[in-house]
């Protein structure tokens, strides 16, 4: 199953396959070169094929648990000053996604769509400390009873070129359903309410969907 940001890229990547075996069957001699060629042409498209993979999971709702938004690595779990939305100190949860992880963005909890915003930026590296400040990014706030308001981050990266937000203010949103994109790694942020317990721990894999980030009584 293929996510739907996919179908154009995958269909580029199905007709230029073709092309080039097609082409290179008919103008090139050499065996080994051709042979070559075709496999580079496959690879590629095993490559656009597996990025843009969308495994059917199956959520189990939990008013309770704050889920992963993303698959990943956790990269930070720190005390932040978060200046855009809060404006106050939360706790930072990062989840860091190389080309190899699937790229859909879940809805980490069920509740209404408080605030969603597209900032244009630069593309450093995920990881660099000012990747959240100046990157191109969306910030999206989900607010429920049990959490309160969350704020999730998309950052793109130094491949990333797009980020798909299909978060909309006033939307009611379900927790693991699909959020958004994010094309070629990135990172995801998390902000939560200081205090809030955690069940992660630092460079631990996380699946979107699956791996409960933080839990509340």
Sequence with gaps: MFHKEGTKTILLGIIFTASVLLISDNLIALFWLKKAIQIAAFLILVIILQFFRNPKRTVAINENHLLAPVDGKVVVIEEVYEPEYF????????????????????YALSGIVKFSKYHPGKFLVAWHPKA?????????????????????????????????????EGMQVVQGTDAGFIKFGSRVDLFLPLGTPVNVVLNQKAIGGKTIIATKA
């Design 87 to 106: 404006k106050d100190k939360r706790l930072q949860v990062s989840i860091f996604m190389s080309p190899i992880n699937v790229h859909v963005t879940r």
């Design 132 to 168: 959240s400040e100046e990157n191109e990014r969306t910030t999206v706030v989900v607010q429920n009873n049990t959490f309160g308001a969350i704020l999730y981050r998309q950052i793109a990266g130094a491949l990333a070129r797009r980020i798909v937000n299909y978060a909309q």
